[in-house]
């Protein structure tokens, strides 16, 4: 079946470091990616997503690729926030789920000014 | 833009006890509702999936009877704990999917989750 691993948290970060959380998945097929951000008291937010191999998908400074060679969709931003605060998951969507997604186990990052 | 929201955000109760959990999808006809749960420290787990005016589909190894799922009308969707005991305890919640009545545009929306604590 499909599955995600996401990089263990928490991860804790002083503003402006370099960010690198790890997600790997398995599935069949080509699965469609995301990563989603769950801030304080909110709901999970779509941050940004890639459909095919090597399509990087990016937004508000985050980026991820997808890379069907290492089944992995990393997601990365070169200066992070206290803003950034918030807890990361990394999904998948397979081609015969639906609107099922798969996801991971959710990574905390906490940023300090 | 499309807002789902999900009621309680915190709810405590007594063993044996049910508890309804409502989410409801605004700015947005929710045709179909996922519910999922998430036990600390790991991944949401969908339990099941319903479609507006139709029972729920539920994943393998989640009681229907035990999580009652309503889905009777296009802005809500409800999930009742019956009985309630403490191993249910965890972090519940709803994503909606639909149109949105401005846009149009497809929309896959979370809610902000509900904790639930039984004693």
């Known amino acids: 079946g499909n599955s995600v691993t996401q990089m263990e948290g928490p991860v804790t970060l002083s503003e402006e470091a370099f960010l690198t959380i790890n997600c790997t998945y398995t599935?069949?097929?080509?699965?469609?990616l995301f990563w989603y951000v769950q801030y304080p008291g909110e709901g999970l937010q779509l941050l940004l997503k890639?459909?095919?191999?090597?399509d990087k998908g990016s937004n508000k400074g985050f980026e991820a690729t997808y890379r069907k060679e290492t089944t992995s969709f990393h997601l990365e931003k070169g200066s992070v926030q206290v803003s950034d605060s918030a807890v990361y998951f990394c999904?998948?969507?397979?081609?015969?789920?639906?609107?099922?997604?798969?996801f991971g186990e959710g990574t905390q990052l906490t940023v300090n000014p | 833009g499309a807002v789902v929201s999900q009621h309680p955000s915190w709810v405590i109760c007594k063993s044996g006890t049910s508890v309804k959990i409502e989410c409801r999808s605004l700015d947005f006809q929710a045709t179909t509702m996922f519910w999922y749960r998430q036990f600390p420290k790991q991944s949401l787990m969908l339990m099941a999936t319903s479609n507006e005016g139709s029972k729920a589909t539920y994943e393998q190894g989640v009681e229907k009877d035990k999580f009652l799922i309503n889905h009777a009308s296009l802005t809500l969707s409800t999930l009742t704990v019956t009985s309630a005991h403490p191993e249910d305890s965890s972090f519940y919640i709803c994503?909606?999917?639909?149109?949105?009545?401005?846009?149009?545009?497809?929309?896959?929306?979370f809610g902000a989750g509900s904790r639930l604590t039984v004693l």
């Open positions: 599935a069949t097929g080509y699965p469609s």
């Open positions: 999904a998948l969507r397979s081609e015969t789920s639906g609107s099922r997604l798969t």
């Open positions: 994503s909606a999917r639909g149109q949105g009545l401005v846009s149009g545009a497809n929309v896959l929306t």
């Open positions: 890639a459909t095919k191999a090597d």
